[in-house]
């Protein structure tokens, strides 16, 4: 682990603790005590594999995949049993792999979810752009699906290339878009790819546009180290021109910034799975986030099958939060949303925000990363880019190395960062 990164966890934990990965197989999920709780279904299947994908996903076929489903009804039922009676949840995302190949399955999966939860903020599917077809459409609308995310990448066949995949067909999706509506139609794109310049990407943004996306994603391109990648990213220097000036792009076509990756047309397009207090994953990979506890679900699709038929949950990791190692997680995730209102920081943990890390809030504010205005910490386009730059080490020393393990291991004994 880096050195950058070690310190910085002692720093803002305050304790020389490190952040411990267990194999408990927890099976106990308090989330009735927690408000403002989202729920994630992974759908791990792909049609073929994209080198580059840190992913957890193996090749669909029909028969895995049926199997898959019917552990993840299971699972679902499992979980939702803790609770008596329907748990209020906001939102809930499916993702993958490629949730659509499950399409026929998607009212099933949802009757199952609703048996448990009431969803108040609608429900988000993650698309290939092959899937963008209009009968899939059609059946996402009749499932209750109310947005999408289309894994678009670039509209231009020379990235398409360089990732590997082959290019976007963009007349289908133009005339399924244009027939059936969705409250959000996001577009991801990845960005510091060898030789992109700003104008291939602000050609991208503009494409999304017309084709009727209100919202998009541009993440940085990550070469994790267990990828089969041969990709090399543009250097940091080229990358923060890139953020800053297709930030200022978006901010000019009419977009507000919504996280730190994504950029949205109207207020009401919105797709986050990742900045609530709290979620419940089901499915291979997922990840469930609890007041005191977050647990990873195996990434071995056969040991999750097997684990949920024997009647248990398919946790594979759990690490017990210490008070200020759940702080630090609830501003790491917050500030993806580029904002940490104050208020509710200390309903969550009953402590004032700025008692806790009110001198990193002022220094922030001294180096210009922050400002600070009726009770919320907003991120400068300054400090944007460090929240980036931090990401990555983050990413590298944390994610890197824990999905490296999930990915060989369904059950690793313990991981300590
Ligand atoms: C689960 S994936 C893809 C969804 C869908 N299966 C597809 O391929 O279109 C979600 C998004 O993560 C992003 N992504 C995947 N690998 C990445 C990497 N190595 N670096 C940056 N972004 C990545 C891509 O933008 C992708 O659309
Ligand atoms: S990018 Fe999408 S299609 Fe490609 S492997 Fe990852 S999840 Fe599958």
Redesign the pocket.
């Known amino acids: 682990m880096s050195f950058l990164t070690e310190i910085t966890r002692m720093w803002l934990t305050r304790s020389t603790r490190k952040f411990s990965f267990y194999n408990e197989y927890d099976e106990h999920l308090p989330y009735g005590e927690c408000d403002n709780l989202g729920l994630y279904i992974h759908i791990p299947f792909?049609k073929s594999i994209?080198s580059?994908?840190?992913?957890c996903k193996v090749i669909y076929s029909e028969e895995k995949c049926n199997k898959y489903i019917d552990s993840l009804i299971h699972e679902i039922h499992m979980a939702g049993n803790e609770y008596e009676g329907k748990k209020t949840v906001t939102s809930l995302y499916f993702?993958?792999?490629?949730p659509a190949l499950a399409i026929d399955r998607i009212e099933e999966i949802l009757d199952a979810v609703r048996e448990h939860f009431i969803i108040t903020e609608g429900i988000g599917l993650?698309?290939?752009?092959d899937n963008v077809t209009y009968d899939t459409l059609t059946a996402c609308k009749k499932a209750g699906i109310t947005k999408l995310s289309?894994?678009i990448?670039s509209f231009q066949e020379k990235y398409q290339d360089i990732l590997g995949r082959r290019s976007v067909n963009i007349d289908p999706i133009r005339d399924a878009l244009s027939k059936v509506s969705f409250e959000t139609v996001s577009m991801?794109?990845?960005f510091a790819l060898p030789t992109q310049t700003i104008d291939d990407l602000k050609n991208d943004i503009d494409m999304a546009l017309k084709l009727g996306a209100n919202y998009v994603?541009i993440?940085?391109?990550?070469?994790?180290s267990f990828?089969k990648?041969d990709i090399k990213a543009l250097d940091n220097k080229k990358k923060r021109a890139m953020l800053d000036e297709i930030t200022m792009y978006c901010l000019e076509k009419g977009f507000k910034r919504s996280s730190i990756w994504t950029f949205a047309t109207e207020s009401s397009a919105k797709y986050s799975s990742m900045t609530r207090d709290n979620f419940l994953g089901f499915g291979c990979s997922a990840t469930t986030l609890l007041k005191k506890q977050f647990k990873i679900n195996t990434f071995d699709v056969d040991e999750y099958c097997k684990r949920i038929e024997s009647g248990k949950l398919a946790t594979s990791l759990t690490i017990r939060f210490t008070l200020r190692q759940r702080m630090v997680y609830y501003l790491f995730w917050m500030a993806y949303s580029t904002k940490v209102n104050a208020d509710d920081f200390e309903r969550f943990f009953g402590v004032k925000l700025s008692k806790m890390y009110g001198m990193e809030l002022k220094l922030a504010q001294l180096f210009k990363l922050i400002t600070y205005k009726d009770g919320t910490y907003e991120m400068t386009l300054k400090g944007a880019f460090y929240y980036h730059y931090y990401e990555k080490f983050y990413t590298y020393s944390y994610i890197d190395k824990m999905w490296g393990i999930m990915r060989k291991e369904a059950f690793p004994k313990q991981i300590k960062f």
Do not use: K, N, V, W
């Open positions: 792909c994209c580059f994908c840190p992913y993702g993958g792999g490629t993650e698309l290939h752009p289309i894994g990448q991801d794109f990845i994603a993440y940085p391109f990550i070469d994790f990828t990648s």
